[in-house]
């Protein structure tokens, strides 16, 4: 039979289990982000980003912009950073114009060159990606002299060699397989969507509506979806649009394109090329500027 503890192990055991008990309270688990904490003067900016999605067009374009001059104003804070990343996220959704987008990209810039975000373990940090992407595919301008800056913006024009390159064969809902390579003399529009993405499902109309103006003259509408046959079929029947919708199970074309968030769209022109693409939402307006760089007008 083991012999009882002394009252001095006791002491040290239930420290132990004082001090465990506390730390799985208060610690976040491997890979979880802290909660962040915001002052009275950052949350007023965290509930109008939160609302901008169910403000009309141009109500959001003064308020994204009026946004992006309130972080900049910003004391230095733990939390500066990520508010203007998460704008410049929010900015991309729809047609804010690109005097709002080169005001959320001068915010993001200027939190940056304030205060420095470490590299992630597989390349630059989020925000140096998020701001590269604006100044790559908004065409917006940046000043930044930052490694990870000038490594993010390296990593988009290898990627975008790799679109270039790209080739995929698809099915559809009723079995017809798609070859992109076999499009050659249509203008092809490739749009990566799902039904649980708001900003997809926003701009789908107007796909629809494009797909039915400008068929005629050659224009394709290929929407691919990771999602399974039973939650996009439906979906589709219910909204009644009529452009081809590939099924792109396991996600592997999306991979090969290097497509992270959707929707993204590609457009490439009557000989194949990659003219044209877009990061998240877009209008009809900003769909006919992109299929103009394929030559449809």
Same mark, same amino acid.
């Given at each position: 039979?083991?012999?009882?503890?002394?009252?001095?192990?006791?002491?040290?055991?239930?420290? /132990?289990?004082?001090?465990?008990? /506390?730390?799985?309270?208060?610690?976040?688990?491997?890979?979880?982000?802290?909660?962040? /904490?915001?002052?009275?003067?950052? @949350?007023?900016?965290?509930?109008?980003? +939160?609302?901008?999605?169910?403000?009309?067009?141009?109500?959001?374009?003064?308020?994204?912009?009026?946004?992006?001059?309130?972080?900049?104003?910003?004391?230095?804070?733990?939390?500066? $950073?990520?508010?203007?990343?998460?704008?410049?996220?929010?900015?991309?959704?729809?047609?804010?114009?690109?005097?709002?987008?080169?005001?959320?990209?001068?915010?993001?810039?200027?939190?940056?060159? %304030?205060?420095? $975000?470490?590299?992630?373990?597989?390349?630059? !940090?989020?925000?140096?990606?998020?701001?590269?992407?604006?100044?790559?595919?908004?065409?917006?301008?940046?000043?930044?002299?930052?490694?990870?800056?000038?490594?993010?913006? %390296?990593?988009?024009?290898?990627?975008?060699?790799? +679109?270039?390159? %790209?080739?995929?064969?698809?099915?559809?809902?009723?079995?017809?397989?798609?070859?992109? @390579?076999?499009?050659?003399?249509?203008?092809?529009?490739?749009?990566?969507? !799902?039904?649980?993405?708001?900003?997809? +499902?926003?701009?789908?109309?107007?796909?629809?509506?494009?797909?039915?103006?400008?068929?005629?003259?050659?224009?394709? $509408?290929?929407?691919?979806? %990771?999602?399974?046959?039973?939650? $996009? @079929?439906?979906?589709?029947?219910?909204?009644?649009?009529?452009?081809?919708?590939?099924?792109?199970?396991?996600?592997?074309?999306?991979?090969?394109?290097?497509?992270?968030?959707?929707? @993204?769209?590609?457009?490439?022109? &009557?000989?194949?090329?990659?003219?044209?693409?877009?990061?998240?939402? &877009?209008?009809?307006?900003?769909?006919?500027?992109?299929?103009?760089?394929?030559?449809?007008?």
């Amino acid at each position: 039979m083991p012999s009882p503890a002394s009252p001095d192990t006791l002491s040290v055991v239930k420290a /132990v289990l004082l001090a465990l008990s /506390v730390f799985l309270c208060i610690s976040p688990l491997p890979g979880q982000q802290k909660k962040p /904490v915001y002052s009275e003067q950052e @949350k007023p900016i965290v509930e109008k980003i +939160r609302s901008l999605r169910a403000m009309p067009d141009d109500e959001r374009a003064r308020a994204t912009r009026q946004l992006a001059l309130d972080i900049r104003a910003l004391p230095p804070s733990e939390n500066k $950073v990520p508010l203007a990343e998460w704008l410049a996220n929010r900015s991309t959704e729809g047609d804010s114009g690109r005097e709002t987008l080169q005001e959320v990209a001068m915010t993001l810039a200027g939190a940056l060159r %304030a205060q420095p $975000v470490s590299p992630a373990k597989d390349g630059p !940090a989020s925000p140096y990606s998020t701001l590269a992407q604006l100044v790559r595919y908004e065409h917006v301008r940046a000043s930044l002299d930052e490694p990870q800056f000038k490594a993010a913006m %390296a990593a988009l024009e290898k990627i975008d060699q790799d +679109r270039r390159r %790209a080739g995929f064969t698809l099915a559809d809902l009723q079995g017809k397989q798609w070859t992109l @390579k076999g499009l050659r003399g249509k203008v092809v529009l490739v749009n990566f969507w !799902a039904t649980w993405c708001q900003p997809c +499902r926003k701009e789908m109309p107007d796909l629809d509506t494009l797909y039915t103006r400008f068929k005629d003259q050659g224009l394709v $509408v290929l929407a691919v979806s %990771a999602d399974e046959t039973e939650k $996009v @079929k439906p979906f589709i029947e219910q909204g009644r649009f009529t452009f081809p919708v590939l099924l792109d199970t396991g996600g592997k074309v999306s991979e090969m394109l290097h497509v992270e968030g959707i929707p @993204k769209t590609f457009i490439y022109d &009557r000989s194949g090329n990659l003219v044209a693409q877009a990061n998240d939402m &877009r209008t009809q307006k900003q769909f006919l500027a992109l299929l103009a760089e394929a030559g449809l007008k």
